[in-house]
């Protein structure tokens, strides 16, 4: 099954499933933050694969290198490596070591292994109680898009978009990890001034939500699907055809998602050209169409995406982005120590 395929089926479904015992669900996704603490040199990091296996082997040291550069500890998760058709082990065996490394007082933090798809399909079995009373780092980007949503609108839990740990992490991610994770202070996220295209010039203050386009409208209509309500909303997606795009941002319209939101940020959507381009909108229209008639700041060109070279971001964190400036700046302390 395509990632296409399964965000329909999953659309279609995630209203009918059931709530489970051990989560801590609310209904209106209005719950206190809660801070995860930082961590230090020395600590233990688990990684997981809460949704595709890994192509190749390539990855695990790669994973390795990432980690120890850093000065921490590893400890794989106990299903690493499984695989069960496109995903890392069946449903069990992914919710298993998740829930393991959010329980384990021995790990700090957490880093997804790699993104893919699959990780919808353990949003309704998550024990959102468990990771609320063990509150850690949770670091992910793209399917893991639908973690940080369902984590933080069930449980009020900030965790981390940014590098996966299989990705070869620049000097730059590797200072923001240090910056964020160590020392508590989130950078002033701030792209090449020739990269960023205003939409909409302008500051805008709220909640930064979003992550990967094609995850987020999978979710509209769940529990999980966040309230945008003074957010800034930043998106990023890889392998989707303009008309594709067109047609998840119809879905976020309709949603009531782009009418509430203060600001938007979009990043990089790799690969993401028609392939037959006389006959389609390019993705610069879709953004004009869609984002510049709601008036709110806006802007394109973020280190958002599919790319080595990411921003960390903070999913649920109070913000301020600048639209003239393309920034994101953290107003609010995002650690607990």
């Not at 468990?130 to 793209?142: D, E, H, T, V």
């Not at 964190?317 to 607990?336: C, N, P, W, Y």
């Amino acid at each position: 099954m395509d990632k296409r395929t399964f965000i329909k089926t999953l659309g279609l479904g995630m209203a009918s499933l059931p709530i489970s015992s051990g989560g801590r669900v609310v209904g209106n996704h209005h719950l206190p933050v809660i801070h995860p603490p930082v961590i230090s040199r020395g600590d233990t990091v688990g990684i997981i694969t809460p949704s595709s296996a890994l192509v190749d082997d390539e990855g695990y040291a790669i994973a390795e290198n990432n980690i120890k550069i850093l000065g921490l500890r590893l400890q794989w998760g106990k299903y690493v490596g499984k695989k069960y058709g496109y995903l890392a082990g069946k449903d069990e065996e992914r919710l298993a070591d998740l829930h393991e490394m959010f329980s384990n007082p021995e790990i700090k933090a957490i880093v997804c292994l790699r993104g893919g798809s699959g990780a919808a399909r353990l949003l309704d079995k998550l024990d959102y109680g468990l990771i609320a009373r063990n509150p850690k780092i949770f670091l992910g980007y793209s399917d893991i898009t639908a973690f940080h949503q369902a984590i933080y609108t069930q449980t009020g839990l900030v965790t981390f978009h940014g590098a996966v740990a299989n990705s070869r992490w620049t000097p730059m991610v590797v200072n923001q990890f240090e910056q964020l994770f160590f020392s508590g202070k989130p950078p002033v996220y701030a792209a090449a001034q020739n990269r960023i295209r205003t939409l909409t010039p302008g500051t805008a203050d709220g909640k930064l939500l979003g992550g990967n386009l094609t995850v987020l409208t999978g979710m509209a209509g769940s529990r999980y699907y966040p309230d945008f309500n003074n957010s800034i909303l930043f998106l990023e997606d890889i392998g989707e055809e303009p008309y594709r795009i067109d047609r998840m941002f119809s879905q976020l319209a309709l949603s009531g998602a782009l009418q509430k939101i203060k600001g938007f940020v979009f990043g990089r959507c790799s690969d993401c050209e028609a392939k037959n381009p006389g006959n389609s909108l390019t993705l610069e229209q879709i953004l004009d169409d869609y984002i510049k008639p709601l008036g709110i700041p806006a802007y394109q060109g973020a280190l958002i995406g599919h790319m080595d070279e990411q921003f960390i971001l903070p999913v649920g964190a109070k913000v301020r982005m600048d639209a003239s400036q393309g920034t994101i700046t953290v107003l609010e302390h995002i650690f607990s120590t």
